[in-house]
Nanobody
């Protein structure tokens, strides 16, 4: 059974940093491109960042210069390092194995003073 589990979300002040993790099981993790998305109530799920199986990265404009995506295939884990957080980053963050039906249940990030 495939499972993706996000963790690390919490309340953080504007300008602060946070690292999210996504741990995968039940799939050949190293063969998948992986991505982070986020969703705010009332809005569509929004692309944040991607890391391919070869390690190439891509970021949404909103994330460029502030976020860094990485992966550790031995641990079947990908990460999202978020710096200089803004209130507009508040959302539920989800991980996915690209172009599959596999999604985690999300982790809440709240940026507020």
């Amino acid at each position: 059974q495939v499972r993706l589990v996000e963790s690390g979300g919490k309340l953080v002040q504007p300008g602060g940093s946070l690292r999210l993790s996504c741990v995968a099981s039940g799939l050949s993790f190293s063969f998948y491109d992986m991505a982070w998305y986020r969703q705010v109530p009332g809005r569509q799920r929004e692309y944040v960042a991607e890391i391919t199986r070869s390690g190439a990265t891509d970021y949404a404009d909103s994330a460029k210069g502030r976020f860094a995506i990485s992966r550790d295939d031995a641990k079947k884990t990908m990460y999202l390092q978020m710096n200089s957080l803004k209130p507009e980053d508040t959302a539920v963050y989800y991980c996915t194995a690209r172009y599959s039906t596999y999604w985690g249940q999300g982790t809440q990030v709240t940026v507020s003073s």
